[in-house]
T-cell receptor, first 115, second 113 residues
């Protein structure tokens, strides 16, 4: 399975600022995704990170708020912009390996607290 | 889009007993159903999955069953141990033309020693 790392592991930010989260996988994956997990809740897909092109966002998430980059197969960033306390959550990236594989593996998550 | 419902939300079992978690899905085209285990403060970990061309899959103390007609699938944990205590999420691949997953709400399993 892919080994996925994220930076930072946690951060406390002031409202109105932005935070960029990095996700690195150790081997080539065909797809990368970003999720949000609010305290005690399930995982909600934010977007699919597409290599070299604009991410594909799920309903309720927009590029201006959550810009995503994926410059190559093994790296992606998610920015949480103009943060408010409602953005306090855990943000996780995941990767899917192989064309015929369905398995998704998750990074350790970034715990964001907005004050 | 795919809607996944998961029951129960909490489950407490005596060590050594079995635990069963059930999920239903809405899209009959879904063909992949993974289960994730998330311990407190850790990442979701893929523990077992099943594709729609089989009805059951087993890995040591863990098994998953799938009923395509009824659109439900279940996780079975036998001989539970304290380290099985965690939140378990079921998921379903949303459709046959992408790899996105829809997740259930999660089940908090507590194994009493």
């Amino acid at each position: 399975s892919a080994v996925i790392s994220q930076k930072p592991s946690r951060d406390i930010c002031q409202r109105g600022t932005s935070l960029t989260i990095q996700c690195q996988v150790d081997s080539q994956v065909t797809m990368m995704f970003w999720y949000r997990q609010q305290p005690g809740q399930s995982l909600t897909l934010i977007a699919t990170a597409n290599q070299g092109s604009e991410a594909t966002y799920e309903s309720g998430f927009v590029i201006d708020k959550f810009p995503i980059s994926r410059p190559n197969l093994t790296f992606s960033t998610l920015t949480v912009s103009n943060m408010s306390p409602e953005d306090s959550s855990i943000y996780l990236c995941s990767g899917k390996q192989g064309v015929n594989s369905y398995e998704q593996y998750f990074g350790p998550g970034t715990r964001l607290t907005v004050t | 889009g795919e809607n996944v419902e998961q029951h129960p939300s909490t489950l407490s079992v005596q060590e050594g007993d079995s635990a069963v978690i059930k999920c239903t899905y809405s899209d009959s085209a879904s063909n992949y159903f993974p289960w994730y285990k998330q311990e407190l403060g850790k990442r979701p970990q893929l523990i077992i999955d099943i594709r729609s061309n089989v009805g059951e899959k087993k890995d040591q103390r863990i098994a998953v069953t799938l009923n395509k007609t009824a659109k439900h699938f279940s996780l079975h944990i036998t001989e539970t141990q304290p380290e099985d205590s965690a939140v378990y999420f079921c998921a379903a691949r949303r459709s046959s033309n992408d790899y996105k997953l829809s997740f259930g709400a999660g089940t908090t399993v507590t194994v009493r020693a």
